[in-house]
């Protein structure tokens, strides 16, 4: 059962659904991009990923003021954020091309909204809502180390969507499911919450 699922979703990658975008012949892949009117390759939906360090906060980018990177577009809100990145292009760019970094730390490369993100020890990392990261931040340190060890030996250089569905059906050892990590923030929220109304 597992093969033939696996089999139909790589058929499915292989034919396109809008997911080839992801996955440029380049050193920066895969990459959480997709094509818009005006650029095949767009990163993080044209949000400035200069405006996270020097803004603190999302900014949408302008077409205006536009970069290419490893076969990606990138746009900025500005063109002293443009001459930034250009300057130095790799210490803007997401970590794991951009997708969710709490779905990387299961070796599975989707999702990542740039209206989430975080920064730690000066690099950029996206995620898709308030409560990955939360769940995430239960154990930042070691989370990282399991996510970066993930995209370095599975995921960078190749294909985002067999990776994707592989890691779906054959699981990492820690793998959670999204009401066991609903429940571990929960939990935690709880308890900050306890520690939070204990008197004084």
Request: aromatic content about 14%.
């Given at each position: ?15 396109g ?5 992801q ?12 094509s ?14 200069v405006?996270?360090f020097?803004?603190?906060?999302a ?7 536009r ?7 990138f ?5 002293t ?9 790799e ?6 091309g ?17 209206g ?14 308030e ?6 931040e239960l154990d930042r340190?070691r ?11 599975e ?12 890691r779906?059906?054959?699981r990492?050892?820690?793998y959670?499911?999204?009401?066991q990590?609903?429940?571990e923030?929960?939990a935690?929220?709880?308890r ?5 109304g204990?008197?004084q």
């Amino acid at each position: 059962m597992k093969t033939a699922l696996l089999t139909s979703f790589f058929l499915l990658g292989l034919s396109g659904c809008g997911l080839v975008v992801q996955n440029p012949s380049s050193a920066y892949s895969p990459v959480n991009a997709q094509s818009s009117a005006e650029s095949s390759r767009l990163m993080l939906q044209g949000y400035d990923v200069v405006a996270y360090f020097t803004d603190n906060q999302a900014r949408q980018g302008d077409k205006a003021h536009r970069s290419q990177y490893a076969a990606t577009d990138f746009y900025f809100a500005s063109s002293t954020n443009k001459t930034l990145f250009d300057a130095s292009p790799e210490k803007y760019l997401p970590q794991f091309g951009g997708f969710c970094a709490n779905g990387i730390l299961y070796a599975i490369p989707m999702g990542g909204d740039p209206g989430f993100w975080r920064i730690y020890d000066e690099k950029l990392y996206i995620f898709g809502s308030e409560r990955s990261i939360k769940a995430f931040e239960l154990d930042r340190e070691r989370h990282l180390q399991l996510a970066h060890a993930y995209w370095n030996d599975e995921i960078a250089g190749h294909n985002s969507v067999p990776r994707r569905y592989w890691r779906m059906l054959w699981r990492v050892p820690h793998y959670k499911s999204s009401q066991q990590i609903i429940d571990e923030v929960s939990a935690w929220e709880a308890r900050q919450g306890t520690q939070q109304g204990q008197p004084q």
